[in-house]
């Protein structure tokens, strides 16, 4: 299975070397995490989206008509990208009767995926929440230095110490507000709780983006694809794999528990990790300042290279900031829904919509009961809706 875990990782790398320097960390000086999926069928292993990022925007800084991004952590625009692949896969099945992994069935009006696809999930680092606070070996005490709640390498070649006080590796996530398990902040192992629902960390403005432990735990629970999408896949779409990068702390049984035995999910996708290290992360850069730059790629009829900062295309300016957005934002998102599904209201916002995916809907519902208490509401940036003109214009 590491060979597998291999092959993942450096089809990965080489898609990100192949994509040019630009929203790439400076040499030397910037790190940053990358995360992306691929499809295999037929044998073949195919990298179909691919994105890098540190970031999250403020609570203050969220956008209500659907064109910022909030979270830009590589995990979640990795996952954006996908679901733009997964729109593109699905205009050429309708147009075609089948794609790459879809066939359309017009009886529903939904595509199904062909036999033998597999999803795959790649991140060069462990998500950061629940399935990041893993004890550390004992020689490890002397190897990290501490830097405010976050933990890197500094010396492997540093002297163990046997008699190490045990500790655990941090997360900068914070339980959410009215979380009952908080954690205690004691000393060594006891500075966390385990199986709380965390919030990203923020500076200043905090953030309402959840850890990616915790999205990572639902997508598994629900599929990747999202309310939207749901109405358009006739089953939900399933990570089969999910790899790690090399070089970071590993723990399997403790991923399985956050990601997976924490929400009582059924489906269980097989976790491994490379022995591969991302070239641009923290520990192999020995760097500590993270880019504040992120990258989106997605396999799609345009495949060009999106650059973001603060969840905004790079270059964006306060005259062109309702014009220019990164496609992988809500807001596109609810054209190129809108664009495809044959409903007679198409004056909806995006909230209503994916209110119409009950059934996905309700399996989100039950996921969030069984982890406890969720996020603040975002309901004030999901009420935009798409003019007609708009969608005149996705349909051309």
């Known amino acids: 299975m590491v060979e597998l875990a291999d092959k993942i990782a450096l089809k990965i790398y080489e898609k990100y070397d192949s994509l040019g320097k630009s929203g790439k960390?400076?040499?030397?000086?910037?790190?940053?995490?990358?995360?992306?999926?691929?499809?295999?069928?037929?044998?073949?292993?195919?990298?179909?989206?691919?994105?890098?990022?540190?970031?999250?925007?403020?609570s203050?800084?969220?956008?209500?008509?659907g064109l910022i991004i909030n979270d830009s952590h590589a995990e979640v625009l990795g996952r954006r990208s996908f679901l733009r692949y997964l729109y593109n896969e699905i205009d050429t099945a309708k147009k075609d009767g089948e794609s790459y992994i879809f066939s359309y069935k017009c009886t529903n009006d939904k595509c199904t995926l062909l036999d033998n696809i597999k999803f795959y999930f790649f991140t060069s680092h462990i998500p950061c929440g629940d399935a990041s606070i893993i004890p550390?070996?004992?020689?490890?005490?002397n190897v990290i230095l501490r830097r405010g709640l976050k933990r890197r390498y500094d010396d492997i070649n540093s002297e163990k110490e046997d008699n190490a006080e045990p500790d655990i590796h941090r997360t900068g996530a914070k339980p959410v507000k009215g979380e009952s398990r908080q954690d205690p902040h004691g000393k060594g192992e006891n500075y966390h709780i385990k199986g709380a629902v965390r919030i990203k960390p923020g500076r200043g403005d905090p953030t309402l983006s959840l850890s990616c432990s915790d999205k990572l735990?639902?997508?598994i629970y629900v599929g990747v694809q999202g309310a939207l999408l749901s109405q358009l896949i006739e089953e939900p779409v399933r990570i089969s794999v999910l790899v790690i990068g090399g070089g970071c702390q590993y723990s399997k049984d403790i991923l399985e528990e956050s990601l997976i035995n924490r929400s009582g999910s059924t489906y269980k996708p097989c976790i491994?990790?490379?022995?591969?290290?991302?070239?641009?992360s923290e520990i192999a850069t020995g760097t500590s300042r993270p880019s504040p730059a992120s990258i989106l790629w997605a396999k799609t009829f345009q495949e060009k290279i999106q650059v973001s900062v603060d969840g905004k295309p790079l270059g964006c300016t306060k005259k062109n900031k309702n014009k220019v957005y990164i496609l992988e934002c809500k807001r596109e998102f609810l054209k190129k829904f809108l664009s495809i599904k044959r409903i007679d209201n198409l004056n909806l916002t995006y909230r209503e919509a994916k209110d119409m995916a009950i059934e996905y809907q309700k399996q989100s519902k039950v996921f969030k009961e069984?982890?406890?208490?969720?996020?603040?509401?975002?309901l004030t940036t999901e009420l935009f809706k798409i003019s007609k003109e708009e969608l005149k214009q996705e349909k051309n």
């Open 217 to 219: 735990a639902r997508w």
């Open 136 to 141: 550390m070996k004992s020689f490890e005490n």
């Open 370 to 378: 069984t982890m406890g208490a969720w996020a603040e509401s975002k």
């Open 60 to 65: 203050k800084s969220m956008c209500p008509n």
């Open 272 to 280: 491994l990790q490379s022995t591969k290290t991302f070239r641009h």
């Open 25 to 58: 960390p400076v040499e030397g000086k910037e790190w940053t995490l990358l995360a992306g999926f691929l499809v295999h069928k037929n044998n073949d292993i195919d990298v179909v989206s691919l994105a890098t990022g540190t970031k999250c925007i403020g």
